[in-house]
């Protein structure tokens, strides 16, 4: 797997103003309750002599030939000492670096003991060095903070989000995944449902999803906890796990898991192409894309966030860009659809200009920020002159009804994005939350005692208007639309299709009251 997409992850949720994912510690799971048959056919309970035999050799969480073994620890003693030393550093740099105990309260010591299970029931070193260091990030719930390996997670014994080895890409739908990407590796057509993995189903199922071996930021909400979970599972799939599949007719069927091959991997993350892209559908309605708010090599107009001398000029030379696409597909259109879904940020005055021409634009304070100096106690912050505020503005006016599309992995700058327009202007929100991340990026270092993983900790706090903390605050669509099984197998956006029939319908000019019979 290229090095490109562990970095793309971690850009994608810090580059350069906001972002969020995290998630509560939660008990580890606990082993299914099973039967083991003997060659005879007689069922008999794996305890006892029954459970030694079969955890000979094994150690922790095993699953084997369909069965959930609870086996020893496989680490006690100094050798657990030792494993805990990258995860006692990582929450130093929390306790010293981070602002979320002062905003939502963090229970320090739960984390830290959910870390160590994850070293005691872990089989292998390296994933269970990745998941322990992951729990702590998880611990946190900030979308900014998070592990990332420059040789993609892969290298370290982990998963890298939005990779998936076997192909196949999955959205969360109600309470189990709905198949977006099929994969010949799984037998998955876009439609199926993927309901359990090895027997774990539910909530049970995302938390051994989100607090696995993962490079990833922090989920905010339980919400966001399951977005996530959605775009690791197929990733974190060993050979001889099952998934409890339902087809399109409603028919259930299981799948076993085999070695993927290398040709089958499919990158299921935000587009890496252009950072903006429009165009007008049949009905008249005009969509603009945005699947990033940064520049990257090859865009229009491109300069590095890094290398401006002026961030004014930064913002024009991306509003230059956007005006094209608006200026292109706005004329005479029946309304006009933002999608923001799966954009990892970027720079947020971009969001703030665009938002300042929206229907019913207020002016307003968007929120204030400011930076935890390192190891203050009590936490003390410094006094960033940092204000985000809406001005309205006529650059991007639009005379129809606008609406915009969110999801889970709509990060920092698209969380302000959707937190402006819903707050200050009258645009029509679709589909799921927001990852509620509203702190700021800052440098990723080395974890001693690691193979290479880097820990990012985010020290930014941003406060709405009334001073209460934005952070794990996911912003709620006006309606929550997810992927329905039967659009998706005729290869229709559900989200999409429910917004641009409200936009249509707004549209129609409103009834005029009959006159009075004279």
């Known amino acids: 797997m290229p090095v490109v997409l562990g970095v793309l992850l971690w850009l994608g949720c810090s580059a350069t103003d906001d972002p969020s994912r995290a998630s509560v510690p939660v008990a580890p799971t606990e082993a299914l309750t099973v039967t083991v048959p003997e060659p005879s056919g007689a069922p008999v309970d794996p305890t006892g002599p029954n459970l030694e035999l079969l955890c000979a050799d094994r ?80 611990g946190y719930r900030n979308g900014h903070s998070g592990l990332l390996s420059l040789d993609g997670c892969d290298a370290v014994g982990g998963v890298d989000p939005w990779w998936s080895p076997h192909g196949g890409c999955l959205e969360p739908l109600d309470d189990h995944y709905v198949v977006t990407e099929a994969s010949a590796a799984l037998s998955l057509l876009p439609g199926d449902r993927v309901h359990a993995v090895n027997g774990r189903s539910g909530t049970t199922l995302v938390d051994h999803l989100a607090d696995g071996p993962l490079c990833a930021t922090g989920a905010s909400t339980d919400d966001v906890r399951h977005e996530l979970a959605a775009h690791v599972l197929l990733g974190s799939l060993q050979p001889g796990d099952h998934l409890e599949v339902e087809r399109l007719d409603g028919t259930f069927v299981s799948v076993e898991v085999a070695t993927p091959t290398e040709s089958d991997g499919q990158w299921c993350g935000p587009d890496t192409r252009d950072w903006i892209d429009s165009y ?37 030379a991306m509003l230059s860009h956007a005006q094209e696409h608006f200026d292109a597909v706005t004329p005479g259109a029946t309304g006009l659809v933002w ?66 599309l969110f999801d889970g992995r709509s990060v920092s700058a698209s969380d302000y994005f959707a937190y402006t327009l819903r707050s200050f202007t009258d645009v029509r929100l679709f589909g799921r939350p927001t990852a509620g991340a509203f702190g700021g990026s800052s440098a990723a270092e080395p974890l001693p005692g690691t193979d290479g993983l880097y820990l990012g900790v985010d020290g930014v706090r941003c406060d709405d208007a009334d001073g209460v903390p934005l952070e794990t605050r996911s912003v709620q669509p006006h309606e929550w639309v997810e992927p329905d099984p039967h659009d998706v197998a005729a290869g229709i956006d559900t989200v999409l299709e429910r917004a641009a029939f409200w936009v249509v319908l707004e549209a129609q000019p409103s009834p005029k009251p009959e006159r009075e019979a004279r």
């Open 59 to 138: 150690c922790g969480d095993v699953w084997l030939d369909g069965l959930a073994l609870a086996c020893d620890d496989c680490r006690t003693g100094d050798a657990l000492a030792e494993a805990m030393a990258p995860v006692d550093h990582a929450l130093a740099q929390y306790a010293e670096r981070s602002a979320m105990d002062d905003m939502v309260g963090v229970d320090a010591v739960a984390v830290r003991s959910h870390a160590e299970q994850a070293l005691r029931r872990i089989p292998d070193a390296d994933r269970a060095t990745v998941a322990a260091l992951n729990r702590v990030v998880q």
């Open 339 to 404: 999608d923001i879904r799966a954009n990892g940020g970027g720079f947020t005055y971009t969001t703030l200009a665009l938002a300042a021409g929206m229907p019913g634009a207020r002016e307003g304070v968007v929120t204030r920020c400011v930076g935890r100096v390192p190891g203050s106690d009590p936490v003390a912050y410094t006094r960033w002159p940092l204000v985000y505020e809406l001005v309205p503005d006529d650059r991007f006016a639009f005379d129809g009804p606008v609406a915009a």
């Open 280 to 316: 007008v559908r049949d009905d008249g309605v005009a969509v603009i894309r945005v699947s990033r708010w940064i520049l990257a090599p090859g865009d229009p107009n491109y300069v590095s966030i890094y290398d401006v001398e002026d961030y004014d000029d930064y913002l024009e």
